[in-house]
C-alpha cells in the first residue's frame, strides 16, 4: 500500500530519534505509484464483480452463469485477455515496490531495528484486517494472503533486480509447469472415474484408487460445471440473512482459501512483488526510464502476450470450456498475465511521463492513495448489490450487465477520493492502519483544505 518515512517535526532533513518515526509526507510520496495503484484498484473490481455478482464457477466458465453469447461472451473474452490477473499483478508490483520505498526511507533516516518492527507491525495488523475483511465482508480478499507473503518479503529487498526479475521469470516457468501437471493430473483422474463406472456396470468390485478417482472427478466437474443443485445451494447462501452468509461462507469458502498452503497458491501475487522491487530500484515504476524504454516493453509485451491471452480464450471457447480439455489450454495464463502486466504498466507509465488528462491523473492518484478503503468500500458494495441482506441480485443480472455496477463504484471512488483527501491526510482506514502501525494516533484533518488536492501528481 503506502510507504512511510522518518521525519522530523521541525521537516528537516537531519535524521532524528526514533520517536520521530512518521507516515511518508506528501510532497515525498511517488506519484506514478499512486496513480498505478489506483489504476490497479478500479481494474480488480472488474474481476471481483464476478467473484460476487455470478456462481464462482462462472469466473472461467460463462456458460454457468451470466450467459455465454453475444454481449456476454464478449465481456468474458474482454475480462479474460485485458484483465484477469492482470489488475492483481499490477497491485501486487505496487505492493512489492511500497514495502521497498518503506524500508529504504526508514534505513535512509537511521531508523536501524526500528525499521523492521515497524513494517512487521504493519504487515500483522494488515492480516487481521484481512481476516476481518475475509469473514465478515467478502470472501475474495486479497489482503490476508499480501500480509502472508509480507512476512517474508523483508530480507528479498536487497537483492539484485537483476537476480529478481530471473527469479521471478524461473516463478512463471513452474507455475506453467504445474498448470501442464494439473491437466495430466485430471486427465488421469478422468480415466480412473471411467473405468470405475465401467466397473460398477459389471457389478464389479472398485478399488480404492477409482473410488478416489471416481470422488474427486466429481469434485472437479462440480467446480468447473456445477450441477443445477450445486448452484441452487450456492445461490440459497448469498440470499439468506447476514450472519447465515458468514457463516457458510466461512466453512465453504474462506476456510478453504486459507487452508491451502502459503507456498502452493500466492505464486502468482510473489511473483509480481519481486517484479515490483525490481522495478522501483531501477526507476522504472518512477517514471524515471526514457520513453522509449516504456514504448518498447508496451510493444514486446502486447505482440508477444495478447495473442497468447486472446488464443486462450477462444480456444477455451471452442472446447466449450470443457475441464478436461481447458486444463492444457490455460497453462498459457501466468505468462500471458505477467507479460501483459508489464505492458499495462508501461502503458500507464507513459500516461504519467507525458503528462496527459491532468484531471484524470489526479483523480486516479487520490483512489491510489485511500486504495484500502476504496477496496474494503467495494466489498461492502458486492454485499449490498448481490446477497440476501441487501437487494439480493446474486446470479440475477447477465455477464454485461455486471459492469454497470463496476462503473458505478468507479464513479463513486474517483468522485469521493479527491473531495476527502482535500480535507484529511489519509483516508478512513489508512489513517487507523498508520496509527496502529506506529502505535499513536495521527494527525488527520488538514488545517487549511487543499485545492485540488491531487495537484502534487
Known amino acids: 500500500m503506502d510507504a512511510y518515512v522518518l521525519t522530523q517535526p521541525s521537516e528537516t532533513s537531519v535524521a532524528g530519534p526514533a520517536s520521530t518515526l512518521a507516515p511518508v509526507a506528501e510532497a515525498e510520496r511517488i506519484s506514478s505509484i499512486d496513480v498505478m495503484r489506483g489504476v490497479a484498484l478500479l481494474g480488480i473490481a472488474l474481476m471481483n464483480i464476478v467473484f460476487s455478482g455470478l456462481p464462482i464457477a462462472a469466473d472461467w466458465n460463462p456458460k454457468v452463469g451470466g450467459g455465454a453469447t453475444g454481449l456476454n461472451l464478449a465481456a468474458f473474452f474482454l475480462q479474460y485477455v485485458l484483465f484477469d490477473g492482470k489488475m492483481r499483478g499490477l497491485f501486487s508490483m505496487m505492493f512489492g515496490a511500497s514495502t521497498y520505498l518503506l524500508i529504504g526511507r526508514l534505513d535512509g533516516r537511521g531508523a536501524g531495528l526500528r525499521a523492521a518492527e515497524i513494517y512487521y507491525r504493519r504487515i500483522l495488523w494488515l492480516m487481521l484486517i484481512g481476516l476481518i475483511h475475509a469473514y465478515l465482508i467478502w470472501h475474495g480478499d486479497i489482503l490476508y494472503p499480501y500480509a502472508l507473503l509480507g512476512l517474508v518479503l523483508l530480507p528479498l529487498l536487497r537483492v539484485r533486480p537483476r537476480n529478481l526479475l530471473i527469479t521471478a521469470g524461473v516463478m512463471v516457468?513452474?507455475?506453467?509447469?504445474?498448470?501442464?501437471?494439473?491437466?495430466?493430473?485430471?486427465?488421469?483422474?478422468?480415466?480412473?472415474?471411467?473405468e470405475a463406472d465401467k466397473a460398477e456396470a459389471a457389478k464389479k468390485p472398485l478399488t480404492d484408487e477409482q473410488k478416489d478417482a471416481k470422488t474427486e472427478w466429481q469434485d472437479i466437474r462440480k467446480y468447473f460445471i456445477p450441477t443445477a443443485d450445486d448452484l441452487r445451494k450456492e445461490k440459497e447462501m448469498y440470499s439468506g440473512s447476514y450472519f447465515n452468509l458468514v457463516g457458510k461462507r466461512a466453512v465453504i469458502l474462506v476456510k478453504q482459501f486459507h487452508s491451502t498452503p502459503f507456498y502452493l497458491d500466492n505464486w502468482d501475487m510473489f511473483t509480481m512483488m519481486l517484479v515490483g522491487?525490481?522495478?522501483?530500484?531501477?526507476?522504472?515504476?518512477?517514471?524515471?526510464?526514457?520513453?522509449?524504454?516504456?514504448?518498447?516493453?508496451?510493444?514486446?509485451?502486447?505482440?508477444?502476450?495478447?495473442?497468447?491471452?486472446?488464443?486462450?480464450?477462444w480456444k477455451s471457447w471452442q472446447q466449450g470450456f470443457e475441464p478436461l480439455l481447458t486444463n492444457f489450454t490455460f497453462s498459457t495464463y501466468q505468462a500471458a498475465r505477467v507479460g501483459m502486466t508489464l505492458g499495462h504498466a508501461a502503458v500507464i507509465l507513459l500516461f504519467c511521463k507525458y503528462g496527459v488528462w491532468p484531471a484524470l491523473r489526479a483523480r486516479l492518484a487520490a483512489v491510489g492513495k485511500t486504495a484500502l478503503s476504496n477496496y474494503i468500500a467495494h466489498s461492502l458494495i458486492y454485499g449490498v448489490v448481490f446477497y440476501g441482506y441487501g437487494f439480493n441480485l446474486f446470479d440475477k443480472l447477465q455477464r454485461y450487465q455486471l459492469y454497470y455496477v463496476v462503473l458505478g463504484m468507479w464513479i463513486f471512488s474517483l468522485v469521493w477520493s479527491p473531495i476527502w483527501l482535500a480535507h484529511f491526510r489519509f483516508g478512513p482506514l489508512e489513517w487507523v492502519w498508520r496509527s496502529l502501525t506506529y502505535w499513536k494516533r495521527q494527525p488527520m484533518r488538514i488545517k487549511q483544505p487543499m485545492q485540488a488536492h491531487a495537484t502534487a501528481v
Open 173 to 194: 516457468l513452474l507455475m506453467t509447469a504445474a498448470d501442464v501437471g494439473k491437466g495430466f493430473y485430471i486427465r488421469k483422474t478422468h480415466d480412473l472415474a471411467l
Open 277 to 313: 522491487i525490481a522495478f522501483i530500484k531501477t526507476g522504472v515504476l518512477a517514471a524515471e526510464r526514457s520513453f522509449a524504454f516504456y514504448w518498447k516493453l508496451a510493444a514486446i509485451s502486447y505482440t508477444i502476450c495478447l495473442p497468447i491471452a486472446a488464443f486462450t480464450a
